[in-house]
């Protein structure tokens, strides 16, 4: 695998799909640019997967903004994040999710409609 333009750094992100024969194939699979965080989205036969990470591995306490594109329900995991309390807005709604990270994982996971959240502490 190489960069289609020479850089400094560039990133990878490999999605792996395992199916069986019987399966109708891989899902579409598109790249997420969130800042600080990339990922990807996937679309599934009834709800898109996003699924976030940091550029640089570490752990952060900074908001993440990011939309989950269509008008399935999103299934969302975020990584790199500081433990604490998290909520999971969308837009300019009063729809919240409250979340807890712990130390050992790092991470966040919930489900909500499409739209674009925040996720802070």
Do not use: Y
């Amino acid at each position: 695998v190489s960069p289609k333009t020479a850089a400094a750094e560039d990133l990878f992100l490999t999605v792996m799909q395992v199916t069986d024969c019987r399966s109708p194939g891989r899902r579409p699979v598109h790249g997420l640019d969130a800042g600080e965080r990339v990922g990807c989205t996937i679309e599934g036969p009834d709800a898109t997967w996003v699924v976030l990470m940091r550029r640089d591995s570490q752990r952060s306490a900074e908001p993440a903004e990011f939309t989950v594109p269509g008008n399935r329900t999103g299934r969302v995991l975020v990584t790199d994040l500081t433990p604490g309390r998290w909520q999971a807005r969308r837009g300019e709604s009063s729809e919240i999710r409250e979340l807890m990270v712990d130390q050992d994982s790092g991470t966040a996971w919930f489900e909500g409609p499409a739209g674009t959240w925040t996720l802070s502490r």
